[in-house]
């Protein structure tokens, strides 16, 4: 843990995403793919703000590049 750059000390939540190595492709009808050496990942554009959903939530293409963040009880 004493690897990772301490997040407070950043002006802009985009810049240690330098410190990570990581790609970001564009987005695409409300979603932007994310990779880096060793995941990817596919973040959702919900309420403006783009969101990495856990592996329980449930995600709904709500139309015009939006997406609906719901939860699954099935656990």
């Given at each position: 843990?004493?690897?990772?750059?301490?997040?407070?000390?950043?002006?802009k939540?985009?810049?240690?995403?330098?410190?990570?190595?990581?790609?970001?492709?564009?987005?695409?009808?409300?979603?932007?793919?994310?990779?880096?050496?060793?995941?990817?990942?596919?973040?959702?554009?919900?309420?403006?703000?783009y969101?990495?959903?856990?592996?329980?939530?449930?995600?709904?293409?709500?139309g015009?590049?939006?997406?609906?963040?719901?939860?699954?009880?099935?656990?």
């Amino acid at each position: 843990m004493k690897d990772l750059p301490n997040i407070y000390d950043w002006n802009k939540p985009y810049d240690i995403l330098d410190v990570f190595d990581t790609n970001i492709y564009k987005d695409k009808f409300g979603v932007k793919y994310v990779t880096s050496a060793s995941e990817q990942m596919l973040l959702f554009k919900i309420n403006g703000h783009y969101v990495l959903p856990n592996r329980n939530d449930l995600v709904k293409y709500i139309g015009n590049g939006k997406w609906e963040l719901g939860w699954n009880n099935e656990s």
